[in-house]
């Protein structure tokens, strides 16, 4: 879920914040979290940050539903893609129930990664799984693709989820026993590199929601494919001069080395991830 700085929440700060200062303010923020209690994410530019107690505040009178307010103080780092966060308001226990789409997710912000902007292409990729796909989602967090997955498309064979993090596979094992998907969702820990062999030829699809490093993974990716060939998600990150050039090239680079001819289904701008700098993906089509 997005926070929007709203219009109450706008004069609120007013009253906190000089009016020279006010264009600072980001325009959206998330929240992670269910109405029994919602973490807030927000990034403050060091020009206002004497005022972070403030907005912090202003937050939680306007969202009731949030009881902490964390703000992000590194990029992203480490495999895990975590970052570290200062408490502005609130509780120091940053675990939370995030509803998306009528899965339930659960997670600490702090620890994994998660982003509720995706929920849109989480909903996107699911919507192209047909009955009876065995698929392969590399990367696979707490869950979030899975479980969407299974939302729009229950009578799938399995998806096998990879996932690397120690703290996130804990979640997607909960998380698969609280939404019912023990026996359709496969959950593994570990490298990708290292695990995904006991599948290779055996996936109608595989996705890839890694931006930065997917690419490193596509030779895994395409021995993952049925024989006949398969359908792969693959993200990656470009500058907005250029936004699909790179990853279609790859994309037709690893094609040729494996034998498949390739049509590409669609190309999707997904959310910025840094200054001209986005988040994108690539359906493909791999075929004889």
Known sequence: MWGCISLNLKEILKTWIPQSKLHLIPRSFDIIGSREGAIAIIEIPPEIEEYKYRIAEAIVRVHKNVRTVLRKKSPRYSAYRIRSFELLYGDRCTEVVHKEYGYLLKLDPTKVYFSPRDAYERMRIARQVREGEFVMLMFAGVGPYALAILKFQPNIERIIAVEVSPIAFKYLIENIVMNKAIGKVLAVLGDVKE?????????????????????????????????EGGIIHFYYWSREEDLFSKAEKLLVEVGKKYGFELKILERRKVSPYAPRTYKIVVDALFFH
Do not use: E, H, Q, S
């Open 195 to 227: 695990v995904c062999n006991m599948w290779y030829g055996k996936c109608d699809r595989v996705i890839m929601p890694l931006p930065k490093g997917a690419y490193k993974y596509l030779d895994i990716a395409m021995l993952c494919l049925k024989p």
